[in-house]
């Protein structure tokens, strides 16, 4: 993911997230609970007796760092609890995985389809070797949850430990390029906003990804799209697609843009994007972006962005749809998302009984 800003400077971000993952203990009694449990929403202040919960002061850059921070301590969560099972389940036991051998990298540079196009074996070992660790770490994960969640349906282990709460923002939508006319599908209710960088790698990356639950969810989700250009060079493209939208060619010359985003560096090459992408009236395209046209609109997309928290791209947002109003509240993701967790999102909202 593309960043704007550092996480090394947030140690007070962090006390608050360690705070609201469940170091403030809920007073019940003991006999109806022997062990204590725990709120990841405390209150942690009140008002002429009016609480203050924590979830209120959760900012986007707060929910993504207490993500992190649950995933890390649910990975030590998951470690500690199998060591104390080990001994008395031996199924629990972790599989012994040797180190990667050059027998092992030998054997990959042998069977593995188009490695050889890559360079000889002796050029590429180490590659190899630290792809092979990494695979064989992701495997060990695997492996580690697999246990895990064999001691939960066993009921060796009670797991209490729940991720934080949802973060839920309210979004204009603002002069996002939408992907269809929404007034011509009334019972659309989910939005789903793209904030993108048309020379960020990940960008590029995930929109195999949104043409596949365009096709998915045609007619059901609205999508937009909106800038959050990092470089003077992609605010340049930016400004270019919004005047190819003057002609109604926006997604085509966004799909140009995709293909080779670091070729286009150079008025010329600028000029034949847009031929590629069927740019008509090529003269007011040329006008369109010497004039800068669209400069205030892409810089507003850009303060939006900061106004609600993204620090990078991409960075979507995924919600309820209030046309009238044009807005969308729902939570933010960032980076290549998986298409499994966009569905899982965009179904949840898809479901919410909730208009």
Same mark, same amino acid.
């Given at each position: 993911m593309a960043k704007l800003f550092s996480l090394?400077?947030?140690?007070?971000? !962090?006390? !608050?997230?360690?705070?609201?993952?469940?170091?403030?203990?809920?007073?019940?009694?003991?006999?109806?609970?022997?062990?204590?449990?725990?709120s990841n929403n405390p209150i942690v202040a009140s008002v002429?007796?009016?609480?203050?919960?924590?979830?209120?002061?959760?900012?986007?850059?707060?929910?993504?760092?207490l993500v992190r921070l649950h995933s890390m301590q649910e990975f030590m969560l998951r470690k500690k609890v199998l060591k104390m099972l080990a001994e008395r389940h031996p199924e629990l036991q972790p599989k012994l995985i040797p180190g990667i051998q050059k027998t092992d990298?030998?054997?990959?540079?042998?069977?593995?389809?188009?490695?050889?196009?890559?360079?000889e074996l002796d050029q590429i070992e180490n590659e190899i070797r630290v792809y092979l660790e990494k695979k064989q770490? #992701?495997?060990?994960? $695997?492996?580690?949850? #697999? #246990?895990?969640?064999?001691?939960?349906? $066993?009921?060796?282990?009670?797991?209490?430990?729940?991720?934080?709460?949802?973060?839920?923002?309210?979004?204009?939508?603002?002069?996002?390029?939408?992907?269809?006319?929404?007034?011509?599908v009334p019972e659309v209710k989910v939005f789903f906003m793209e904030y993108s960088d048309f020379l960020c790698p990940f960008c590029k990356k995930v929109q195999r990804t949104l043409i596949d639950l365009r096709k998915r969810y045609a007619n059901r989700v609205q999508f937009g799209y909106r800038h959050f250009p990092l470089h003077q060079e992609a605010r340049?493209?930016?400004?270019a697609v919004e005047c190819a939208r003057d002609q109604n060619r926006f997604w085509q010359y966004q799909t140009a843009i995709y293909q080779n985003p670091e070729g286009l560096r150079s008025d010329n090459q600028i000029m034949e994007a847009a031929q590629r992408a069927r740019v008509r009236n090529l003269k007011a395209f040329q006008k369109c972006l010497d004039t800068g046209k669209y400069r205030k #609109?892409?810089?507003?997309?850009?303060?939006?962005?900061?106004?609600?928290? !993204?620090?990078?791209?991409?960075?979507?947002?995924?919600?309820?749809?209030?046309?009238?109003?044009?807005?969308?509240?729902?939570?933010?993701?960032?980076?290549?998302?998986?298409?499994?967790?966009?569905? $899982?999102?965009?179904? $949840?909202?898809?479901?919410?009984?909730?208009?």
């Amino acid at each position: 993911m593309a960043k704007l800003f550092s996480l090394s400077r947030s140690l007070p971000v !962090i006390l !608050i997230a360690l705070f609201s993952l469940g170091l403030v203990p809920e007073v019940q009694s003991e006999a109806a609970q022997p062990l204590p449990t725990y709120s990841n929403n405390p209150i942690v202040a009140s008002v002429g007796g009016e609480p203050i919960w924590l979830d209120e002061l959760k900012s986007a850059r707060i929910q993504e760092m207490l993500v992190r921070l649950h995933s890390m301590q649910e990975f030590m969560l998951r470690k500690k609890v199998l060591k104390m099972l080990a001994e008395r389940h031996p199924e629990l036991q972790p599989k012994l995985i040797p180190g990667i051998q050059k027998t092992d990298i030998a054997r990959f540079y042998k069977t593995e389809p188009g490695i050889k196009d890559i360079g000889e074996l002796d050029q590429i070992e180490n590659e190899i070797r630290v792809y092979l660790e990494k695979k064989q770490r #992701r495997d060990g994960q $695997k492996d580690m949850n #697999r #246990r895990f969640d064999l001691a939960v349906q $066993k009921g060796w282990v009670v797991n209490y430990f729940g991720p934080p709460n949802d973060f839920h923002l309210l979004a204009g939508i603002g002069t996002a390029m939408l992907w269809f006319n929404g007034k011509s599908v009334p019972e659309v209710k989910v939005f789903f906003m793209e904030y993108s960088d048309f020379l960020c790698p990940f960008c590029k990356k995930v929109q195999r990804t949104l043409i596949d639950l365009r096709k998915r969810y045609a007619n059901r989700v609205q999508f937009g799209y909106r800038h959050f250009p990092l470089h003077q060079e992609a605010r340049v493209l930016s400004e270019a697609v919004e005047c190819a939208r003057d002609q109604n060619r926006f997604w085509q010359y966004q799909t140009a843009i995709y293909q080779n985003p670091e070729g286009l560096r150079s008025d010329n090459q600028i000029m034949e994007a847009a031929q590629r992408a069927r740019v008509r009236n090529l003269k007011a395209f040329q006008k369109c972006l010497d004039t800068g046209k669209y400069r205030k #609109r892409v810089k507003a997309d850009f303060d939006e962005g900061l106004r609600l928290g !993204i620090q990078g791209t991409p960075t979507f947002i995924i919600g309820t749809y209030d046309r009238d109003k044009g807005t969308v509240y729902g939570e933010m993701m960032s980076g290549a998302v998986s298409t499994h967790k966009f569905v $899982k999102v965009i179904e $949840k909202y898809l479901n919410s009984p909730v208009h």
